[in-house]
């Protein structure tokens, strides 16, 4: 079964230094990989995505992802974190559809603090 | 870009009382549009997938007699929570999937807050 793991389910970082946020999924096929962020009581924004070629990603708002087969995995990356990233962000697998896909199965989440 | 809104932003009914959130695609068509669940710091859950001039399909042990999904056009998605009770309050979020361009995206309305006192 498709699943998407995030083994950080909070972390804290100062404002200024590297994030990476990890995921790794369990899909058989190629997937189509997301990562999400979503402030309180506020929808889902996307931040990158990857559905084939170029397997490190550039998002919006500086993050970057890399697709990693190998390792079935898909972190996020910012290089120096600001005090508006702290919010809630989810790693997504697509899934369900031949050359497509149908259902969005997420992670847990991984809360990200920022200190000033 | 491709917009989904959903209405009411949020919404407080009594215990017993239905209340119907709508979803719609502003810009594209949607034969397929999803429902979503999410309980306070937990992640997404999906409910259902609404299908446009067809029934919805269901997850496994969502209710479909308690959660009513009706796809009657292909912008517009509803879902009527019927004879809510507190445990039904939640963050319900819409996504509508673009059928027309590969790898047919699905894009997230801004999500209904509800709460049933």
């Known amino acids: 079964a498709q699943s998407v793991t995030q083994p950080d389910i909070h972390i804290t970082v100062s404002e200024g230094a590297s994030l990476e946020l990890r995921c790794n999924y369990s899909?058989?096929?190629?997937?189509?990989l997301f990562w999400y962020v979503q402030s309180p009581g506020q929808g889902l924004q996307l931040l990158l995505k990857?559905?084939?070629?170029?397997?490190l990603v550039q998002g919006i708002k500086g993050f970057e992802a890399e697709f990693k087969r190998s390792q079935s995995s898909f972190n996020l990356r910012k290089p120096s974190v600001h005090w508006s990233d702290a919010a809630e962000y989810f790693c997504a697998v697509g899934a369900g559809l031949t050359g497509g896909y149908n259902k969005l199965i997420f992670g847990a989440g991984t809360r990200l603090a920022v200190h000033p | 870009g491709a917009v989904v809104s959903q209405h009411p932003s949020w919404v407080i009914c009594k215990s017993g009382t239905s209340v119907k959130i709508e979803c719609r695609s502003l810009d594209f068509q949607a034969t397929t549009m999803f429902w979503y669940r999410q309980f306070p710091k937990q992640s997404l859950m999906l409910m259902a997938t609404?299908?446009?001039?067809?029934?919805?399909?269901?997850e496994q042990g969502v209710e479909k007699d308690k959660f009513l999904i009706n796809h009657a056009s292909l912008t517009l998605s509803t879902l009527t929570v019927t004879s809510a009770h507190p445990e039904d309050s939640s963050f319900y979020i819409c996504?509508?999937?673009?059928?027309?361009?590969?790898?047919?995206?699905?894009?997230f309305g801004p999500g209904t807050r509800l709460t049933v006192t």
């Open positions: 899909y058989g096929a190629t997937p189509y």
């Open positions: 609404s299908n446009e001039g067809s029934k919805a399909t269901y």
């Open positions: 990857y559905f084939s070629g170029d397997t």
């Open positions: 996504s509508a999937r673009d059928d027309v361009t590969f790898p047919y995206e699905q894009y």
